[in-house]
C-alpha cells in the first residue's frame, strides 16, 4: 500500500546556506518517503516487509470508509518466532499508515509516536527488514528526530551496506546540521566532521547510483564549500556528461570558475552551450560575466537575450540599462530606466540613474526634476540626496547645494559618534561634497569644519580631511596655514606616506624647496616598489612646479618602470606632457598627452590640458573644443575646465558663449587670477572696457597672493600691461565726455 507522507512545516529539511552559494538548484531531497527520491538509476523494489498479498488491506479501507474511526484489524496468528513473522509484520506496518495519516490529515502530530511503535512492532516481527529500518529512519527524521534517525540509518548500513536509501537520509541529515551548524554558530572544528560526513555519504550515493544529476551536483556543491575546487569541477562535469544543457549543471560549473577567479573560463562554460539552448538565466549570467570582464558590448548582447527570452523581468531590465549605461548608450539606456521606472513607479534607483543619464546629457533641470521626485518618494535615498546636490552644484545654486549636502550630512550621523565602514563611507562622500561646495561659495571656515568632521572619522578618512583643508587653505592663499595643517597630520599619522609626500609639496611651493625635497627621498628607504612609484612621481611633480627640469625628467625615468597599472602609467604621461608644455615643448607636450589619453580616453584632467594648451596657442581650436567640452561633460562643476571652455569660445570668437562659461569660472574660482584675466580679456575684446579693467585688477591683487609656483613667467607684466593700457583709454573717455561712462 501506499503510504501518505507528513507535510509539517517543522518536518521540512533544512538546507545548509553553505552548501547552495552556487545557483540555485533543484532540490535533491523533497521530505518524502525513500520510494520517492530523485533519481536516474533503477529505483529499489520498495515492497511491503513480505511478499504476501495484504489480505488485511480490505478490512482497514472498509472499516475507515465505514465508521470514519481508528480501524480494528484482526491481527494474525502468531509463528514460529524463529523465523520472520510477515504477516505480523504487515499488519503494524498497516497500523503504522494509519496513523502517518491521520498526523497528516488532521494534524495530530502525536500520532507519529503511534506510527513509531507500530514500525518497531513491525520489525520485531521482521527484523532484517531493510525496507521497514529505512521507513523507520525516515519517519524519525521527518519527526526532527534526527539522533534517532541517524541511529536507525546506521543501523540499516551495518547489515545492508548498499542500501541507497539509508545513504540518503544519512546526506539529508549532515546536510541539514551544516544548515543549522551555521545559523547556531557551531564550532569550526565541528561543521568540518559533518561535511566530511556528508561528502563521505553522497560519494557513497553517485558510487551506487551514478546517473543521478542532482546527487553529482549536491557532491560537486560540498567539494566546493570544502574548497576542493578540481573535485567539485569533476563533479559537476559528469553532470554535465549525463545532462549537457542543463541549467543547473552550467551555471554552477560557471559559478564555480568564476568564484575561483578564472572569469574567462566561466564565460566558456555557458558560451559552450549553443545559443538556442540557452535559458534567460544562463543569459543572464553570462551578462554578469561579461560586466566583470569590463565587456559591456558582449554583456549588452547576453542580457539583451535574456530579455527577449523572458520579456519584463526587472532584473534583467536593470542588469540591461546598467550594461547600456556603461557603454555610454545614453539614448537607449534612458529608454531602459523609463521602463523600469513605469513598471514600478517606487523604483528610486531607477529614477537616480535617468537622472544621471540627463545630467550627462547636460539637462539639467530636468534632471533635477527627476532626482528631486526620487527623494520624495524615499527621503532616505543617500543617492538621491548626492545627487541633488552635485546637480544644484552645476546649476550655480550654492547655497541649496551646501543645505542638501549638510541635510545628508545630518542624516548619516550618530549622536555617539561611533560609524561602521559603510556608514563612515557615505559620510565621507557628503562631508567632501559639502567643503568642496562652501569653497566655491569662497566660505573657508565651512569648508574647514566640515573637512575637520571627515578628519575626525579617521584612518583613511582622516588624511583625506587634511588634504581637504590643505587644500581650502591654499585657495584662500593662506599658505602658513596650510604648512600647519600638514605638520599636523604628519604629527597625527606619522607612518602616513601621503601625508609626509603633502607636507614636502607645500615646504617645497612655500620657500623651503631643499627641506621639501629631502623629506620626500627619505621615504624611499624601505618602501615598497609601488610606494617607491608614488615618491618618485610626487618629487617630479615638486621639481616641475619649481621649473628644475633636469630633476624633473630624472625622478619621472625612476618611476616609469615601476608603473606597470594603467591609472599610474596614464598620469606618469601626464606628468611628462606637463614637464615640456611649461617648457614650450608644445608638440613633445602633446605626444605624452595623447600617450596617457590612449590609455585612458575618459581622463578630464588630460583633456582639459592638452585641449586647453591648443586653445592658448590658437592652434587646432576644434579639436580643443571638443576635448575640452569632454571634461567638462565629465566633470561640470570644475571651475578649471570651465575656463578652458570659455577660453576656446574666446579664441574661435564666439564671445556670448565664451562669456557665460567664463562667468562661470568665476564664480567657482574666485581666487584664480588667470579666470579673472580672460573674463577681462573677454570684456576688452567686446568693447566694455571698464568690466575689463575690474577683472584684471582682481587678476593682479590674486596673483600677489598666490605662490610663485602657481604663475607662469610673464603673465603678471601681461596683466599689468593690459590695465595699464585700459586706464588709459578710460582716462581719455572721461575726459572726452566729462564723466564715467555707465556700463
Known amino acids: 500500500m501506499m503510504k501518505r507522507n507528513l507535510n509539517m512545516s517543522k ?33 529499489k ?56 495519516d491521520d498526523a497528516v490529515s488532521e494534524g495530530r502530530t502525536d500520532e507519529v509516536n503511534q506510527a513509531i511503535e507500530q514500525y518497531k512492532l513491525a520489525l520485531n516481527a521482521d527484523p532484517d527488514s531493510a525496507e521497514l529500518n529505512d521507513d523507520l529512519a525516515n519517519l524519525y527524521f521527518r519527526a526532527d528526530r534526527v539522533h534517532d534517525a541517524e541511529t536507525a540509518a546506521h543501523a540499516v548500513l551495518k547489515t545492508h551496506p548498499d542500501d541507497i536509501d539509508a545513504h540518503r537520509l ?84 560557471a559559478r564555480l570558475y568564476a568564484e575561483s577567479g578564472d572569469v574567462q573560463h566561466a564565460v566558456k562554460a555557458i558560451e559552450a552551450v549553443p545559443v538556442d539552448g540557452r535559458s534567460p538565466k544562463m543569459e543572464f549570467t553570462l551578462g554578469a560575466l561579461y560586466d566583470q570582464l569590463k565587456q559591456p558590448k558582449d554583456a549588452i548582447a547576453a542580457y539583451k537575450r535574456a530579455d527577449d527570452l523572458e520579456p519584463g523581468d526587472l532584473q534583467t531590465m536593470d542588469a540591461l540599462a546598467s550594461a547600456l549605461l556603461t557603454d555610454d548608450q545614453l539614448d537607449e539606456a534612458l529608454k531602459r530606466y523609463q521602463a523600469l521606472a513605469e513598471a514600478d513607479p517606487e523604483n528610486t534607483e531607477a529614477l537616480v540613474h535617468i537622472g544621471e543619464i540627463q545630467r550627462r546629457q547636460g539637462k539639467y533641470e530636468d534632471a533635477l526634476a527627476t532626482i528631486r521626485k526620487a527623494r520624495k518618494i524615499d527621503p532616505t535615498s543617500l543617492e538621491a540626496g548626492f545627487n541633488e546636490g552635485l546637480l544644484l552644484d552645476i546649476l550655480g545654486r550654492f547655497d541649496d547645494a551646501v543645505q542638501t549636502y549638510q541635510e545628508m550630512v545630518d542624516a548619516t550621523s550618530h549622536a555617539n559618534g561611533a560609524y561602521k565602514d559603510d556608514e563612515k563611507n557615505n559620510r565621507a562622500i557628503f562631508l567632501e561634497r559639502l567643503g568642496a561646495v562652501s569653497l566655491e561659495e569662497n566660505k573657508i571656515d565651512p569648508a574647514i569644519a566640515a573637512y575637520q568632521k571627515l578628519i575626525d572619522l579617521g584612518g583613511s578618512f582622516a588624511a583625506r580631511g587634511y588634504q581637504g583643508q590643505v587644500d581650502a587653505y591654499r585657495g584662500a592663499h593662506e599658505f602658513d596655514k596650510a604648512i600647519a595643517v600638514s605638520r599636523k597630520a604628519v604629527a597625527a599619522d606619522p607612518k602616513n606616506r601621503d601625508l609626509k609626500l603633502m607636507l614636502a609639496g607645500e615646504l617645497a611651493d612655500q620657500d ?64 611628462r606632457g606637463e614637464w615640456a608644455e611649461r617648457q614650450k615643448r608644445t608638440e613633445q607636450g602633446e605626444q605624452f598627452f595623447r600617450q596617457a589619453l590612449n590609455l585612458d580616453p575618459e581622463n578630464a584632467m588630460t583633456l582639459n590640458y592638452l585641449g586647453y594648451m591648443w586653445a592658448d596657442k590658437g592652434i587646432k581650436l576644434p579639436d580643443a573644443l571638443k576635448m575640452i567640452r569632454k571634461a567638462v561633460n565629465l566633470e561640470p562643476g570644475n571651475g578649471a575646465y570651465l575656463d578652458s571652455l570659455g577660453w576656446v569660445y574666446f579664441k574661435m570668437g564666439e564671445y556670448e558663449l565664451a ?85
Request: aromatic letters at 6%; proline letters at 7%; hydrophobic letters at 40%.
Open 659 to 743: 562669456e557665460d562659461n567664463l562667468r562661470q569660472a568665476v564664480n567657482r574660482d574666485q581666487t584664480d587670477p588667470t579666470v579673472h584675466m580672460h573674463l577681462g580679456d573677454l570684456y576688452e575684446k567686446t568693447g566694455r572696457i571698464r568690466l575689463a579693467a575690474a577683472q584684471w585688477q582682481l587678476s593682479l591683487d590674486e596673483f600677489a597672493k598666490s605662490s610663485a609656483a602657481d604663475i607662469e613667467p610673464g603673465d603678471v607684466e601681461k596683466v599689468q600691461k593690459k590695465l595699464e593700457g585700459a586706464r588709459v583709454r578710460l582716462a581719455k573717455e572721461d575726459s572726452s565726455a566729462g564723466q564715467a561712462k555707465p556700463e
Open 45 to 100: 523494489d520498495k515492497q511491503t516487509p513480505s511478499s504476501v498479498a495484504p489480505v488485511q488491506a480490505t478490512p482497514v479501507e472498509t472499516a475507515r470508509a465505514d465508521t470514519g474511526s481508528k480501524p480494528v484489524i484482526p491481527a494474525p496468528d502468531s509463528t514460529n518466532s524463529a523465523e520472520p513473522n510477515r504477516a505480523q509484520a504487515y499488519f503494524h506496518l498497516a497500523l503504522a499508515s494509519v496513523y502517518e
Open 512 to 575: 623651503h624647496p631643499d627641506e621639501g625635497l629631502a623629506m620626500a627621498k627619505g621615504l624611499l628607504d624601505g618602501a615598497t616598489p609601488d610606494e617607491q612609484r608614488g615618491v618618485w612621481l610626487a618629487i617630479a611633480q615638486m621639481n616641475i612646479r619649481l621649473r628644475r627640469w633636469k630633476d624633473a625628467e630624472d625622478a619621472l625615468d625612476q618611476a616609469e618602470p615601476l608603473a606597470t597599472k594603467k591609472d599610474d602609467r596614464t598620469y606618469l604621461f601626464f606628468l
Open 170 to 253: 544519512l546526506g539529508r541529515i549532515y546536510l541539514r546540521q551544516l544548515g543549522e551548524g551555521q545559523n547556531g554558530g557551531a564550532t569550526t572544528a565541528n561543521s568540518a566532521n559533518v561535511l566530511d560526513q556528508a561528502i563521505g555519504e553522497f560519494e557513497k550515493i553517485v558510487a551506487l547510483q551514478p546517473k543521478s544529476v542532482e546527487d553529482h551536483m549536491v557532491l560537486g556543491q560540498l567539494y566546493t564549500v570544502k574548497h576542493q575546487s578540481d573535485k567539485a569541477e569533476a563533479e559537476f562535469k559528469t553532470a554535465q556528461a549525463i545532462e549537457p544543457e542543463s541549467e543547473e549543471v552550467v551555471l554552477n560549473l
Open 11 to 43: 518536518l521540512t529539511p533544512r538546507f545548509a546556506a553553505a552548501i547552495l552559494l552556487l545557483l540555485p538548484i533543484s532540490p535533491v531531497f523533497a521530505q518524502n518517503s525513500p520510494a520517492n527520491s530523485p533519481s536516474t538509476g533503477p529505483a
